[in-house]
């Protein structure tokens, strides 16, 4: 971590030199001011920006380490030079004699926190921030997630009996406000017990804390550590802790300050590969296809300390033909390895990005006279009548020839069981069937078919299990603010969706089949609105 320095001290600083580093930080807001010094054979970096929000604050940081081995010790936001001056002194193991100082047990808790208290600004400089700032979590927002309607993810975030009132110190507010590293380490440093949820416009995470140690994380797509590195790198999304609420769940094997760090290191390369315009559909290509093993490890030796057996895995599997996609899902890495894996070695310059291929001439012919009735009397034989569906033994037969004539693509099947309330999904009408399929058609792009006693079965034809869960999330979104008609309220609607892929998650149709079902009966047992079945095979 890098940081500015604006003064070297010959030790720790005193309240005037507090007081003149807020001067200074005031007078060049946004910008960090700093100061160092050295005690007890250690060296400490105090940070500092002006933050000109409505509550014209300062964010306070003190570092320790040697070298480049700088760990965060606490971070504060306050306008009160004097809290901050003891908060120091406590956290040097020095006594103060100022006799107002707050107690201990108070040094190590956040203050005057911009939007995530129910402290309300002066109206004044409310007014003025209007227009810039981002639009705040608002108590009617507040009031309607502590609704003990039941959700998608069929469970109902609170019960009546357990649910909050707005005025139990509950922070809740927006990450453009604060940003997600500073979050995570106030609720450390205040040592306060209860889950953090962050929702996003695609996704959203439940993060667990103990006494503000992060015990279990559970995301749309991950869980434990790897979701809580990959909401380091959130920019956006309305927040909400909800104190004293638990979980048996322990998920989350690694500490906060090493969690912080690989997650600052995960954001900087994320940021760098975005600018760089990569995305997961991008074909990579080798820049010296002849490069020996060691001429291999001398370039990489420029770039971030990683593991070289995956360094040279992912290298190995670039052959300008595979999506980078691809190659992820053939190795099985998790996104806060490949992001630091490929970032290094477009650093290194070892691999670079794919020329996009010429549009190919096609021949022009006369086109051929069709019977345009022919295929829609094939249709209606392989369809039910009453939901205009395709049949269980049709998606079948799609299935198998996909698979026989094409046992080189990708082919997801997604199953979807609903409900109303209560009710299991076979009790659901036939008509309120077709209106949650035409909903399903207007997001997907596959094959919707009825399944058994499950309700909705769809066959995603050149799709991975990873793609359709992101349309899956899509899908979800949609329906919060849908209206599917009568008999099918989108509140008290029950869904769990199951994902399968061949050929990566099953050999054939038969385990193809299996597999799907397994997943749907994951997501219903853990009430987890989408699972794929290969995070049941790696939970096993």
Same mark, same amino acid.
């Given at each position: 971590?890098?940081?500015?320095?604006?003064?070297?001290?010959?030790?720790?600083?005193?309240?005037?030199?507090?007081?003149?580093?807020?001067?200074?930080?005031? !007078?060049?807001?946004?910008?960090?001011?700093?100061?160092?010094?050295?005690?007890?054979?250690?060296?400490?970096?105090?940070?500092?920006?002006?933050?000109?929000?409505?509550?014209?604050?300062?964010?306070?940081?003190?570092?320790?380490?040697?070298?480049?081995?700088?760990?965060?010790?606490w971070f504060h936001l306050s306008s009160d030079v004097?809290?901050?001056?003891?908060?120091?002194?406590?956290?040097?193991?020095?006594?103060?004699?100022?006799?107002?100082?707050?107690?201990? =047990?108070?040094?190590?808790?956040?203050?005057?926190?911009?939007?995530?208290?129910?402290?309300?600004?002066?109206?004044? #400089?409310?007014?003025?921030?209007?227009?810039?700032?981002?639009?705040?979590?608002?108590?009617?927002?507040?009031?309607?997630?502590?609704?003990?309607?039941?959700?998608?993810?069929?469970?109902?975030?609170?019960?009546?009996?357990?649910?909050?009132?707005? $005025?139990?110190?509950?922070?809740?507010?927006?990450?453009?406000?604060?940003?997600?590293?500073?979050?995570?380490?106030?609720?450390?440093?205040?040592?306060?017990?209860?889950?953090?949820?962050?929702?996003?416009?695609?996704?959203?995470?439940?993060?667990?804390?103990?006494?503000?140690?992060?015990?279990? @994380?559970?995301?749309? $797509?991950?869980t434990g550590d790897e979701c809580f590195l990959q909401?380091?790198?959130?920019?956006?999304?309305?927040?909400?802790?909800?104190?004293?609420?638990?979980?048996?769940?322990?998920?989350?094997?690694?500490?906060?300050?090493?969690?912080?760090?690989?997650?600052?290191?995960?954001?900087?390369?994320?940021?760098?590969?975005?600018?760089?315009?990569?995305?997961?559909?991008?074909?990579?290509?080798?820049?010296?296809?002849?490069?020996?093993?060691?001429?291999?490890?001398?370039?990489?030796?420029?770039?971030?300390?990683?593991?070289?057996?995956?360094?040279?895995?992912?290298?190995?599997?670039?052959?300008?033909?595979?999506?980078?996609?691809?190659?992820?899902?053939?190795? !099985?890495?998790?996104?806060?390895?490949?992001?630091?894996?490929?970032?290094?070695?477009?650093?290194?310059?070892?691999?670079?990005?794919?020329?996009?291929?010429?549009?190919?001439?096609?021949? %022009?012919?006369?086109?051929?006279?069709?019977? @345009?009735?022919?295929i829609p009397q094939v249709k209606g034989m392989l369809?039910?009548?009453?939901?205009?569906?395709?049949?269980?033994?049709?998606?079948?037969?799609?299935?198998?020839?996909?698979?026989?004539?094409?046992?080189?693509?990708?082919?997801?099947?997604?199953?979807?069981?609903?409900?109303?309330?209560?009710? %299991?999904?076979?009790?659901?009408?036939?008509?309120?069937? #077709?209106? &949650?399929?035409?909903?399903?058609?207007?997001?997907?792009?596959?094959?919707?078919?009825?399944?058994?006693?499950?309700?909705?079965?769809?066959?995603?034809?050149?799709?991975?299990? #990873?793609?359709?869960?992101? =349309?899956? =999330?899509?899908?979800?979104?949609?329906?919060?603010?849908?209206?599917?008609?009568?008999?099918?309220?989108?509140?008290?609607?029950?869904?769990?969706?199951?994902?399968?892929?061949?050929?990566?998650?099953?050999?054939?149709?038969? #385990?193809?089949?299996?597999?799907?079902?397994?997943?749907?009966?994951?997501?219903?047992?853990? &009430?987890?609105?989408?699972?794929?079945?290969?995070?049941?095979?790696?939970?096993?």
């Amino acid at each position: 971590m890098v940081l500015e320095m604006i003064r070297r001290l010959d030790g720790r600083p005193s309240k005037n030199d507090l007081q003149a580093l807020a001067t200074a930080a005031k !007078g060049q807001p946004g910008e960090k001011c700093s100061c160092s010094w050295q005690a007890n054979d250690n060296e400490f970096i105090l940070s500092l920006i002006f933050a000109d929000l409505p509550s014209e604050t300062y964010e306070w940081r003190l570092f320790s380490g040697l070298g480049s081995s700088l760990l965060p010790r606490w971070f504060h936001l306050s306008s009160d030079v004097e809290l901050v001056y003891s908060m120091l002194m406590h956290e040097l193991g020095e006594t103060t004699s100022n006799p107002s100082a707050p107690p201990t =047990d108070q040094l190590r808790t956040f203050t005057k926190l911009p939007r995530m208290t129910d402290e309300s600004p002066k109206p004044e #400089v409310a007014r003025a921030a209007q227009a810039s700032a981002p639009k705040p979590v608002t108590e009617e927002t507040y009031a309607a997630w502590d609704s003990p309607t039941p959700t998608l993810d069929n469970v109902p975030i609170y019960s009546p009996s357990s649910a909050l009132s707005p $005025h139990q110190q509950q922070l809740y507010g927006n990450l453009a406000l604060v940003n997600t590293p500073t979050l995570l380490q106030s609720i450390s440093l205040g040592q306060l017990t209860g889950r953090l949820r962050i929702r996003r416009q695609w996704s959203s995470v439940d993060i667990f804390f103990e006494n503000g140690t992060p015990v279990h @994380a559970e995301g749309t $797509h991950s869980t434990g550590d790897e979701c809580f590195l990959q909401t380091i790198c959130w920019k956006d999304g309305d927040f909400h802790f909800e104190p004293k609420i638990r979980t048996d769940e322990k998920t989350i094997t690694q500490g906060l300050n090493s969690l912080m760090l690989q997650g600052a290191q995960l954001l900087d390369n994320t940021e760098f590969l975005k600018k760089r315009g990569l995305s997961t559909s991008t074909v990579l290509v080798r820049t010296q296809p002849n490069l020996s093993e060691q001429e291999f490890e001398q370039a990489l030796l420029k770039g971030a300390p990683l593991d070289m057996q995956l360094l040279k895995g992912l290298y190995l599997r670039i052959d300008g033909r595979c999506s980078l996609q691809e190659i992820i899902d053939k190795l !099985g890495f998790q996104r806060s390895q490949w992001v630091n894996l490929v970032s290094t070695l477009i650093l290194c310059d070892v691999v670079n990005f794919a020329q996009a291929s010429k549009e190919k001439k096609q021949l %022009k012919v006369e086109p051929k006279a069709l019977d @345009a009735s022919l295929i829609p009397q094939v249709k209606g034989m392989l369809k039910n009548e009453q939901t205009n569906l395709y049949t269980f033994p049709a998606l079948l037969f799609f299935a198998d020839q996909q698979i026989r004539f094409s046992p080189n693509c990708a082919l997801s099947l997604v199953l979807f069981e609903v409900g109303q309330g209560r009710k %299991k999904s076979s009790e659901l009408k036939p008509s309120s069937i #077709v209106t &949650l399929g035409m909903h399903i058609k207007n997001i997907f792009n596959g094959i919707l078919a009825e399944y058994e006693n499950r309700t909705l079965a769809l066959l995603l034809p050149d799709t991975k299990a #990873v793609d359709a869960a992101k =349309d899956a =999330d899509s899908f979800l979104v949609s329906l919060l603010s849908a209206t599917l008609g009568p008999g099918l309220e989108t509140t008290n609607l029950s869904l769990a969706i199951g994902i399968a892929s061949y050929p990566d998650d099953a050999a054939d149709l038969p #385990v193809l089949l299996s597999a799907a079902e397994t997943a749907v009966q994951r997501s219903r047992a853990k &009430l987890c609105a989408v699972t794929l079945a290969r995070d049941v095979v790696s939970a096993q």
